[in-house]
């Protein structure tokens, strides 16, 4: 079974940074594309970051250039650099793994809080 567990959220003030981590189990993980989402209330969940096992990575738009992710075969963890943080980012962060679709498990995610 997948276990997910995100950590490394916050509060911070609108320009700062923090660094995401997710700690992956249960399965291949260097085979596998990891991808950071984010959900903010009352709103759906959203693809934010992926990096596939031969580290191409792809982001969107509104994070291009502030957002950074990386991964660790070793640690079997996936991290997520955020830089010049706006309130627009405050949401909770999530993370999952796939081969051509995301597996079913989430973890608790970990709540990310710009001030402005």
């Known amino acids: 079974q997948v276990q997910l567990v995100e950590s490394g959220g916050g509060l911070v003030q609108a320009g700062g940074s923090l660094r995401l981590s997710c700690a992956a189990s249960g399965s291949d993980f260097s085979t596998n594309t990891m991808g950071w989402f984010r959900q903010a209330p009352g709103k759906q969940r959203l693809l934010v970051a992926t990096?596939?096992?031969?580290?191409?990575?792809v982001y969107t738009d509104s994070v291009k250039g502030r957002f950074t992710i990386s991964r660790d075969n070793v640690k079997n963890t996936v991290y997520l650099q955020m830089n010049n943080l706006k309130p627009e980012d405050t949401a909770v962060y999530y993370c999952n793994m796939g081969r051509g679709t995301w597996t079913g498990y989430w973890g608790q995610g970990t709540q990310v809080t710009v001030s402005s």
């Open positions: 990096i596939t096992s031969g580290l191409s990575t």
